[in-house]
């Protein structure tokens, strides 16, 4: 099905995650070049050019991202440089190669105003520095005219990687009290899960279709409700498990509201994304958020 695979951001949450997927598969584990940011820095463009010339994969997986939100604000020729510029060459040097591409973004690309999910039709509206760098990637890349799929997803977290799990874990065993964010809604999509579907996508992917999909895990909650479910789920496994007591119960969790929690970037209000493109042209369901959090949860020492 597919001779040579380069995937970059393999440090990355969701590069970590295809990374193990792809080796775990006898039929695609020995097709798959791994790029770190030490082997492949998106910001130099001739590099990226050397790299699909030498490898010369008939795919590229693009998970690697500038994902500093706030950050992004004060470093928006970074952010664009990674965000926009590469996936640009990427589509360029991948429609020379004949090659496909898959590529990652984000619910930032929508303001949030909406009331009901998101569907792939309404109109972006980023409101910072990252949605708007990310939506010029995803511009760039439907300009090449190469096959690709662009899936949008949000709220990524995982056992590997810097997120709000692992934030709230900590926090949990530091302090007794917390306070979490209850007005931003949106669906918390494990790495895992988004792995797992990328790899099915790949199965059922016919040459005829491309484009943008949302790509999260099924039903909603806020930051709250994550947190609250995240110490729920966690003291259920623990008993059965040798990890550290947390000291918060979920009543310990209060409610608050974005205002209260100031960020120099205001977050989207509501990013749900309905999925049910994905669904229709790939037959690829992400399971719904509390269970892929439960699995989450259970590979934690592994
Ligand atoms: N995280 C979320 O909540 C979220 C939400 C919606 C959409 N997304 C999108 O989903 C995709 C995957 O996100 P993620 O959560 O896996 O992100 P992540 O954990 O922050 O990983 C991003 C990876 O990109 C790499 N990277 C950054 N700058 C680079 C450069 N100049 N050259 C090469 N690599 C570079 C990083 O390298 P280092 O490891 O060396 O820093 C890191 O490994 C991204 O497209 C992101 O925009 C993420």
Known sequence: MYKKILLTGVNGQVGHALQRFFASDALLSGLVTCLDRSQLDLTDQDAIRRVIQAVNPD???NPAAYTA?????SEPELAYAVNATAPRILAEEAAKAGAKLI?????????????GAYTEDDAPQPLSVYGKSKLAGEDAIRSVGLQHLIFRTSWVYGAYGKNFLKTILRLATERDQLRVVADQIGAPTSSHSIADAVLNVMVHWQNEVAGTYHMVNSGQTSWHGFATAIVEEYTRI???RRWPQLKVVPEDIHAITSEEFPTPVVRPANSTMDCTKLARDFSVNLPNWRDALITELQSLDK
């Open 103 to 115: 590529h990652f973004s984000t619910d930032y690309v929508y303001s949030g105003t909406k009331v």
């Open 59 to 61: 795919l590229i997986i």
């Open 238 to 240: 623990q008993s059965s």
């Open 69 to 73: 939100v706030d950050k992004a604000e």
